[in-house]
Structures are given as structure tokens and as C-alpha cells.
DNA sequence: GATTTATGGTAAT
DNA sequence: TTACCCTAAATCT
């Protein structure tokens, strides 16, 4: 579920409801629930989102902070009061008397401090979804390496929030073969990457979808429902159907299928670890290394 | 009922 | 590079 635009929209929703309002914190499934003690019923100040990462930050100097990476199952559920009684593990639930949020399956929900949320945030990269993210340092390290960009864009120490689904649709937006070395890009072709990856993760925030095919490459009768935001029920649900049913990608989870505009397959790969799609069309210039996957951390 | 899958990340090898 | 982590829902048998 959650690449970068998830968590910002999530929390931008959180700070809604829980911002300087006294909460209620739990774990009915039992995991955290000493930490949520310590918490229970303090002022949470705001909740903030990094690349992935969410921080639900409580009211006073030196106050713990809730750190939640969602991974790649995890979800939060956010409704009104009052919470429905719990059913499956509920790691975390918070809840005031108007309304509720529930943390499930979570790869990461701890009690830290600010001190840790700091270093945490300094080990990334910037946020794409910040206000003005600086790229200089992000563009001389990708200007210096040999790894494929497609596996340098899933690396959050350089681009904090691009995740699987983006990478590809990215990729092929910018007409950029998945197997170019970071190198290769020159720095118009990074700009060009980075203008383009934080455009397409606002406007993931702001519909709740991952929808980046332009109108003019969908079938008449798709083009008005992808512009649309998402269904509050739908998004609320995050069943695998109703994410399916969000997503209108180019490549992405299309391997086999004719290109959108140029109607060659779609191909797809290994590529830092995970599926990579793309058009050898749309994207020429280096290709797919014959022999198994090279793929790599950062150069 | 069992297995697979998911838009992620880490630790071990 | 592989294994593994958490969990829910989809897909299998």
C-alpha cells in the first residue's frame, strides 16, 4: 500500500483529527502495548511523514515520539468514533471521542525520542514530498555512480519516498531505460527524473492513487474516474481490489501487455531486488544485462 | 484450508 | 544475493 504519497496523505489526515487534542493510545492486539501506555491520553502536537516513515509526535520538550514504518503490508485505517469493536491484530489504536486510526500489521511501531527521529530522518534522503527538497547532493552522487538508476531510485538514502510502482512509471515517463547508470543521466537528465518524481508523487497525495498515465493515453472511458480521488470507502477498505482498481500505471504491473502509446510489450525484470516494468521503446539505451541481474546498492 | 502476494527494509551470507 | 520479518486479502486446491 504505502509508497511516500501514502504516508503524507495519512499524515496529513492524522494531524486532522489527532492534533493537539489529547489521545487515547492502545494495543488491543497486545504487541505494543506497554508503549502505549506511556503515551495513552497525552497531547499528540502533530503527526509528520518522511519519504515513508511516520512520526506521531506528542506536546512538550523531550516527548516520545510514535515511529511507524507501514512496509509492505502494513495499513492504517482511519475512521470515526466510535472505533468498531477490534478484529485481527490491531498493533496500534488511537482514538479521541470523534475519531479513530488503526495500525495493522506494521514492519516497524516503536517509542522513540526526538534525538532518534532526527538521526532517523538524517539516514534519509530528501523527502520528495517536502516543501523544497535540495537534489545537489542526491544529483553528484547519482552523477558518480555505475549502479542502475532504477535501483538507485528505490534507495531511500538518496530519494526518500519513491517506492516500487513509482519507480517504473517515472522511468518510463522520462523515457529512461530502468539500466541506465546513474552516470549516464547527466544532470538534465536527473532533473528531469527528480521535477518528475515529485510531481507524480503530489498529485499520488492528493487523489490517494497511483494514476500517472496522461489522459490522452487512456481509453475514453477511463480518462474521467483516474483524475478522480479516490473513494473515501475504497481507501478506507485497502483491499487489494480497490488498489488494483486505483492504479492506472503505463508499465507498471503491465509485463506482457502493449505499450500505452507506442504498443510494443512491456517488459519486465529484476532490478535492485524487486519487479522492474518497462517499454524498449519508449525507453531506449541500455538494456536488461543478459546474465541474471546486476543489481546493487549505492556506488 | 493452504499458499501466494504486496506500492518495504534489514540482516545474514 | 537470499532469507526473513508482519499481516490481510486474494488465489490456489
Redesign the pocket.
Known sequence: ???G??IHRLATALTARFGSREVRASSP?G?FAEQAAIVDGARVRQVRAH??HLFVEYAGRGAPVVHV???????VVVGQAPAPEP?????LRLETDSAYADV????VCELIDPRREAALIAKLGPDLLARAPDPAAVRRRVSRSRVAIGALL?D?RLFAG?????RSELLYRCGVSPWTPGADLGADGFDELWEEARRLLADGRRTGR?STVDRADLPRGQRRAARRALAPEDEA?????A??R??ETYV??RAGLPCRRCGAEVQTGSLG???VYWCPTCQPGASEPAS??????VG
Open positions: 500500500m504505502p509508497e504519497h501514502t492486539q504487541r519519504g515513508k514504518h507501514l512496509g509492505l503490508g502494513g495499513r478484529r485481527g491484530a490491531i498493533r495493522r500489521a506494521p514492519t528505490l531511500q519513491i517506492g516500487n510502482a513509482y497511483v477498505s485497502g483491499s487489494a481490489v488498489r488494483a486505483a492504479r507498471y504491473k531486488g524487486r519487479d541474471a541481474a546486476s543489481d546493487g546498492a
